[in-house]
Structure formats: C-alpha cells, structure tokens
C-alpha cells in the first residue's frame, strides 16, 4: 500500500487546514487509518484513526478540533484540523494497518504543518 499526503502548509493560530491522505490501493479493505505527528525533538504521535467500520479516535490534545474521516470511493482519508494552535505545528503522517494473512504498517512521506503568525 503506498500512501500520498498532501495539504499541509503554514496557517496562522486559529486557522484550519485539511490534510489527504491518498492510497494506492482500496482504502475499504484496510483495518485501519491513521494520522500521527511528529514535532522536533519529540516522538511520533496518534492524532487520529479511523477503523474500517468507521469508528474513530482522537488524541486528546486534538479531541473537538479536529475530525477524521474517510471516502471509500477516493480512495482517501482525510483529517480536517480547525482552531490550529502553535503546537500542533509537526510532520504528519499518514499510516495505513492492513491485515491479509498477516498484519503490516504502511507509512506515507509526510506532509509538514505549521502554526505561526
């Protein structure tokens, strides 16, 4: 499976941005979905996932400001993200967990976002 992000950038303190996550192959059959970031100097974090029956997750820190979601037909999960704040600033990634016979990770290149005035 090979993921493709895109719609990161540098949004002002209170902005929204919407990131996508594009795969390779039929986003209906995979487990799960998910978003993580990672900030300088820190370690990689769940922001967010999506199960293949639709239910979702939230890291706190993100829980009422940012909403996961999935379009079968594209092929595409998105992560819409308002009421950004400086430390959401961070590479996000986009990781699919798909189980066919075994269990693997698939991980995106990334996309960065930055909060600042």
């Known amino acids: 499976v090979q993921l493709v992000e895109s719609g990161g950038g540098l949004v002002q303190p209170g902005g929204s941005l919407r990131l996508s996550c594009a795969a390779s192959?039929?986003?209906?059959?995979?487990?799960?979905m998910r978003w993580y970031r990672q900030a300088p100097g820190k370690q990689r974090e769940l922001v967010a996932g999506i199960t293949k029956g639709g239910n979702t997750n939230y890291a706190d820190s993100v829980k009422g400001r940012f909403t996961i979601s999935r379009d079968n037909a594209k092929n595409t999960v998105y992560l819409q993200m308002n009421s950004l704040k400086p430390e959401d600033t961070a590479v996000y990634y986009c990781n699919a967990y798909y189980c066919s016979g075994g269990c693997d990770n698939y991980w995106g290149q990334g996309t960065q976002v930055t909060v600042s005035s």
């Open positions: 192959e039929s986003i209906f059959s995979i487990n799960a």
